[in-house]
């Protein structure tokens, strides 16, 4: 391998490592049956959790258990094929949290 070739490969490398995203994002939670699938899910902090509903009854993922107006982060309510994210900022920790239409739905989210 010639100085130059030898060269290159290492800047690539280089380049390689620099883009390389840390912590794979989290993959979606499904709304099915009026369960949020899977529980709890684990995201990193910083990153999106995306919520997809399959049921025919709308839905929500809503933080913490029990809020209405003053929920420290929520989806609005969104029906069957629809999806909405939220940006996780909770230190981590496991947390629960739950559907502002059906109170009873209640999942867990972990936050590393
Ligand atoms: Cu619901």
New binding site residues.
Partial sequence: MGIKLGIALGLVGALTLAVAPVQAAPPPVLIVA?TFQPSPVTVPRGQAVTWINLDT????ASYPVGCVKKCKWTTPAFGLGGSSAVTIKLRPGTYSYY?K??PF?VAKLTVT
């Fill in positions: 009026f009854a709308p839905h929500t559907c239409v059906h739905m």
